[in-house]
């Protein structure tokens, strides 16, 4: 189970770290926090030495509610980001967190080499086209509506049936667009109540039947701090255990803000 990053082969059947690097001013968790270079370039130097894979720069929040950015702001915000991280690590394998086709476009013409898209396709009709003719790896994750409407279409007979179906069909569209190499993420806390995405996590091996690599991003969101009634800076012990569960049920990418934790969960589950 590989995918081909800029010529490198990366065998996805050991399972990997995908570290998170927000530039946004209102992510979540790490909102702001790295608002100048020194900061940013030490963030990556840490995830990187702690083990990390990927590096995963996201230039719009995708939280609930999130306020609308212009394309253009999207781009003007990711781009030097990117390539100051190439500058100083040029071997890094970059994904980008975007569901836009132009943004996606920009950012592997500037070095990145892997997609990450909350859409899967569904936000911009021209993403599946642009993957295809760019020929990178494409992360498509579950998620209805956008971040302003989704928490509003959390509605499902059976959700884990419902994500099969989804994803079969977003497969079936990739690969007739001519994507080749294919990730699927059921996409925690997006259009799914807290109940929804335990279930999710709960069924999480029957997503083993499309024979995709499986991406989980769990790391201190809501479904971890308000079921542990704390807050997203006391949920990293949480998205351990729940990290750990994951890989118990296949997971090969944990999408995380703190790899060295995320990669002591991967060495000791392979010890099972």
Same mark, same amino acid.
């Given at each position: 189970?590989?995918?081909?990053?800029?010529?490198?082969?990366?065998?996805?059947?050991?399972?990997?770290?995908?570290?998170?690097?927000?530039?946004?001013?209102?992510?979540?968790? /790490?909102?702001?926090?790295?608002?100048?270079?020194?900061?940013?370039?030490?963030?990556? =130097?840490?995830?990187?030495?702690?083990?990390?894979?990927?590096?995963?720069?996201?230039?719009?929040?995708?939280?609930? +509610?999130?306020?609308?950015?212009?394309?253009?702001?999207?781009?003007?915000?990711?781009?030097?980001?990117?390539?100051?991280?190439?500058?100083?690590?040029?071997?890094?394998?970059?994904?980008?967190?975007?569901?836009?086709?132009?943004?996606?476009?920009?950012?592997?013409?500037?070095?990145?080499?892997?997609?990450?898209?909350?859409?899967?396709?569904?936000?911009?009709?021209?993403?599946?086209?642009?993957?295809?003719?760019?020929?990178?790896?494409?992360?498509?994750?579950?998620?209805?509506?956008?971040?302003?409407?989704?928490?509003?279409?959390?509605?499902? /007979?059976?959700?884990?049936? =419902?994500?099969?179906?989804?994803?079969?069909?977003?497969?079936?569209?990739?690969?007739?667009?001519?994507?080749?190499?294919?990730?699927?993420?059921?996409?925690?806390?997006?259009?799914?109540?807290?109940?929804?995405?335990?279930?999710?996590?709960?069924?999480?091996?029957?997503?083993?039947?499309?024979?995709?690599?499986?991406?989980?991003?769990?790391?201190?969101?809501?479904?971890?701090?308000?079921?542990?009634?704390?807050?997203?800076?006391?949920?990293?012990?949480?998205?351990?255990?729940? +990290?750990?569960?994951?890989?118990?049920?296949?997971?090969?990418?944990?999408?995380?803000?703190?790899?060295? =934790?995320?990669?002591?969960?991967?060495?000791?589950?392979?010890?099972?």
């Amino acid at each position: 189970m590989t995918i081909n990053c800029l010529g490198n082969l990366i065998d996805l059947s050991i399972p990997k770290v995908m570290g998170i690097l927000n530039v946004t001013p209102n992510s979540f968790y /790490d909102g702001g926090k790295y608002s100048n270079n020194k900061d940013l370039i030490s963030q990556v =130097e840490k995830m990187l030495n702690e083990g990390a894979t990927f590096i995963d720069i996201g230039a719009y929040s995708s939280k609930p +509610n999130a306020d609308f950015v212009s394309e253009e702001e999207e781009i003007n915000r990711l781009i030097p980001v990117l390539k100051l991280v190439l500058q100083h690590f040029p071997k890094t394998l970059i994904s980008v967190d975007t569901f836009r086709a132009k943004t996606a476009k920009t950012a592997i013409e500037n070095g990145a080499c892997l997609i990450n898209d909350i859409s899967a396709g569904s936000l911009d009709f021209e993403m599946m086209k642009t993957i295809a003719q760019l020929q990178v790896p494409y992360i498509m994750m579950h998620m209805k509506g956008n971040p302003q409407t989704m928490q509003s279409l959390a509605q499902y /007979d059976n959700i884990s049936k =419902e994500l099969l179906f989804y994803f079969s069909e977003k497969v079936v569209q990739a690969r007739n667009f001519g994507i080749n190499d294919l990730i699927i993420d059921p996409g925690f806390g997006f259009a799914k109540t807290l109940e929804q995405n335990f279930e999710v996590l709960n069924n999480l091996e029957l997503l083993q039947m499309l024979e995709l690599p499986i991406l989980v991003g769990f790391s201190r969101k809501s479904m971890i701090y308000k079921t542990l009634e704390t807050s997203a800076s006391s949920a990293l012990n949480g998205t351990s255990v729940l +990290n750990t569960i994951a890989l118990q049920k296949g997971a090969n990418i944990l999408r995380v803000h703190d790899v060295k =934790e995320a990669m002591e969960c991967i060495k000791l589950v392979s010890q099972l």
